[in-house]
């Protein structure tokens, strides 16, 4: 069953959140993952959404490959760098069976 990661992002360094983007980018490629959304800002038809806030969406496979890319040594990397390059709301969630 396919899994996604959802993030809402806020961004502290934008330098520092470039180079967490692409250790990042790299690390889901290599687990089986892709960017479904990157960095929108959504509309918030009800509710509300900070402006300063993004919205990233990663799909994997399964459950399974989104853990194992969480806990992996090169995903390791870019959160060192996501602890002061970003604030974020991490989520993970199972898609509907096919």
């Known amino acids: 069953m396919t899994a996604y990661v959802i993030s809402e992002v806020k961004f502290l360094d934008h330098a520092l959140a470039d180079e967490y983007r692409r250790l990042a ?6 687990h ?3 960017y479904v959304v990157r960095g ?8 509300t959404w900070p402006s ?3 919205l990233v ?6 459950m399974e490959r989104a853990k194992e890319w969480y806990a992996s040594s090169e995903y390791a990397q870019a959160l060192k760098i996501r602890q002061v390059a970003l604030e974020r709301r991490l989520l993970f969630a199972e898609g509907l069976p096919e």
């Open 25 to 30: 980018e790299a690390s889901i490629l290599r």
């Open 40 to 47: 929108a800002r959504p509309d918030a038809v009800e509710g």
């Open 32 to 34: 089986g993952g892709r």
């Open 57 to 62: 969406i990663v799909e994997f496979p399964d």
């Open 52 to 54: 300063e806030q993004r």
